[in-house]
């Protein structure tokens, strides 16, 4: 797996700041077909902000996040002991939080990128940003769904 994601990029589908949404949805669009990978962790930073926002506006948001799962191969990956290793021993990683040395410690030491909005890593070797352009759409019924998740705005980038 060559690209790993966070929940900066994925609740960034649903940005307050429209450029950011635009970016990051469209960087699921384009790979909707192909294999990420995702941090169990970062899996549950994002529950944790969506579980934040009303029962009506999780019930607009979660169908088209469980459809996405179901439809794009998201690995979801615990850590390995090289993971954290990498963590815990590389330089460039000490000035971030610890959630976020995980995380690149996860993705160096598999060898692969991480896709980003956090601006915290936004310098950071093996991160990348999404491309901006004009918005993709999913293949229908997902647009719809993802339409109707837009109730949830989230402004957040960590």
Not at 68 to 80: A, C, N, S, V, W
Not at 90 to 107: C, E, F, H, K, Y
Request: aromatic content about 8%.
């Amino acid at each position: 797996m060559k690209e790993y994601i966070d929940a900066s990029l994925f609740l960034g589908m649903h940005s307050a700041d429209e450029k950011t949404r635009v970016a990051c949805k469209n960087y699921f669009v384009t790979r909707l077909n192909d294999q990420v990978g995702m941090s169990l962790e970062q899996v549950g930073k994002c529950d944790e902000v969506i579980w934040q926002y009303q029962r009506d506006e999780q019930d607009a948001y979660y169908p088209f996040m469980d459809n996405l799962h179901t439809i794009m191969d998201i690995q979801r990956k615990g850590y390995h002991e090289k993971d954290i290793q990498e963590a815990t021993t590389n330089p460039d990683l000490q000035d971030l939080s610890i959630a976020n040395r995980l995380t690149l410690g996860m993705v160096i030491s598999r060898g692969a990128e991480l896709y980003s909005v956090n601006p915290e890593l936004a310098e950071k070797d093996y991160v990348r940003s999404p491309e901006t352009g004009e918005e993709l759409s999913f293949p229908q019924p997902l647009e719809e769904m993802y339409q109707q998740s837009l109730e949830v705005r989230v402004c957040t980038q960590e």
